[in-house]
């Protein structure tokens, strides 16, 4: 009934309940006046889903071929729903209270599909079968922004793909038997807290390509062991700035793809890198020496006087071996400092032959 009818009841019982459509909750007659039922409001914008039936608005909205959500909706997960088709968040809020009980299956496809941003939060993703996937998310605009969190991916063919977003920010996810990892491509912000990559994951666990601004992975462990590889950045074509530090890398396998300039790194100047497991590579940690290869005895031309500064020069040739963050030039007989931040750099000559 209306409220208007609730409170017209003309000496209504101690103890009566009713519904009122207009408040959209129940309430009850205390003797005196209505009091509304304590737990009975929901909130606005909330769909509370307990089974794909629940959906039925939603796909048909994405004509039949997607759960096309509604834009600032919040969407609960009670239980395991098997999709039928992809769901294309648009904006929306998706969350479970229990990773053990809230789930997400799609078999032989992708559970999440579009080009626009959303949330989803508490809840475990399955996508099996051939060509499944979790994410095949691509933004329309670069500024898309999209959340996950506090959830588990297992048991999928593939963790997927997420592209042109303006930020992504993954924290607190556990990933468990997946038979292959997830790409970020061209990422402005990219910001990755506290993941558990279990060593029963196969393939490449983050493959990273394209153009990025800030790529930020902190905390959590990556076990190794019969996977590929735990990050893959040899396809970065560009980046300002990136951070990996306190992630453990641990179970014996390979644990980075790597490009970088410097040999025996994995690495460039672009990147601040401190994990257990991992060289460390930071400006901080910067070095390199040269040295003369040719004959001691007849090989130099010039007469080198204590506390004279003077090119070292000879007819043999110079060397520049373990060069990291530093630019050997001119015949190796000059370095330079190739990091991105200021600091102070020391020398120390062991012979007049040796420098670094």
């Given at each position: 009934?209306?409220t208007?009818q609730?409170?017209?009841?003309?000496?209504p019982?101690?103890g009566l309940?009713?519904?009122?459509?207009d408040?959209g909750?129940?309430?009850?007659?205390?003797g005196t006046?209505?009091v509304e039922?304590?737990?009975s409001v929901t909130?606005?914008n909330y769909k509370?889903v307990k089974?794909?039936a629940d959906?039925a608005?939603e796909l048909?909205?994405g004509?039949g071929?997607?759960?096309?959500?509604?834009?600032?909706?919040?969407?609960?997960i009670n239980g395991?729903i098997?999709?039928?088709?992809?769901?294309?968040?648009n904006?929306?809020?998706?969350v479970?209270?229990d990773?053990?009980?809230?789930?997400?299956v799609?078999?032989?496809g992708?559970?999440?599909?579009?080009?626009t941003?959303?949330?989803?939060?508490?809840l475990?993703?399955?996508?099996?079968?051939?060509g499944a996937?979790?994410f095949?998310l691509?933004g329309?605009?670069?500024?898309?922004?999209?959340v996950?969190r506090?959830?588990?991916?297992?048991?999928?063919t593939?963790?997927?793909?997420?592209?042109?977003y303006?930020?992504?920010?993954?924290s607190i996810?556990?990933?468990?038997?997946n038979?292959?990892?997830?790409?970020f491509?061209d990422i402005?912000q990219?910001?990755?807290?506290?993941?558990g990559?279990a060593?029963?994951?196969?393939?490449?666990y983050?493959?990273?390509?394209g153009?990025?601004?800030?790529?930020a992975?902190?905390?959590?462990?990556?076990?190794?062991v019969?996977?590929?590889?735990a990050?893959d950045?040899t396809?970065?074509?560009a980046?300002t700035?990136?951070n990996i530090?306190n992630?453990?890398f641990y179970?014996?396998?390979?644990?980075?793809?790597g490009s970088?300039?410097?040999?025996g790194?994995?690495?460039?100047n672009?990147w601040?890198v401190?994990?257990p497991?991992?060289p460390?590579?930071?400006?901080?940690?910067?070095s390199?020496?040269?040295y003369?290869?040719g004959t001691?005895?007849t090989?130099?031309?010039?007469f080198?006087?204590n506390?004279?500064p003077?090119e070292?020069q000879?007819?043999?040739?110079?060397?520049?071996?373990r060069l990291?963050?530093?630019?050997?030039?001119e015949g190796n007989?000059?370095?330079t400092?190739?990091?991105?931040k200021?600091?102070?750099i020391?020398?120390?000559?062991?012979?007049?032959y040796?420098?670094?």
């Open positions: 009934m209306t208007a609730r409170i017209a009841i003309a000496s019982a101690e309940m009713v519904f009122d459509n408040e909750s129940f309430f009850y007659f205390d006046v209505w039922l304590e737990g909130r606005d509370l089974s794909a959906l608005d048909a909205a004509g071929t997607e759960y096309l959500f509604t834009t600032d909706f919040m969407y609960e395991t098997t999709l039928a088709a992809p769901i294309n968040l904006g929306a809020y998706l479970g209270e990773t053990n009980e809230d789930i997400l799609r078999v032989g992708t559970i999440f599909e579009g080009d941003g959303g949330s989803i939060r508490g475990t993703l399955v996508a099996s079968g051939p996937a979790v095949n691509t329309s605009t670069g500024t898309e922004r999209f996950f506090d959830s588990v991916v297992a048991n999928s593939s963790v997927g793909t997420i592209s042109s303006g930020l992504v920010f993954i996810v556990q990933y468990v038997s038979a292959a990892g997830i790409t491509d402005h990219l910001l990755l807290n506290s993941e990559w060593s029963d994951n196969t393939g490449i983050q493959t990273f390509t153009d990025f601004d800030i790529i992975k902190q905390g959590g462990f990556s076990k190794v019969g996977a590929t590889a990050i950045i396809g970065v074509s980046l700035s990136g530090s992630v453990n179970g014996g396998g390979n644990y980075v793809n970088s300039p410097y040999t790194y994995d690495f460039s672009k601040d401190d994990s497991g991992i460390v590579e930071t400006d901080g940690v910067a390199g020496n040269f003369f290869n001691l005895t090989g130099f031309s010039q080198i006087s506390g004279t003077v070292v000879g007819t043999g040739g110079f060397d520049a071996p990291f963050r530093f630019i050997a030039s007989n000059k370095l400092y190739d990091g991105i200021p600091r102070k020391s020398s120390k000559c062991i012979d007049v040796s420098c670094r």
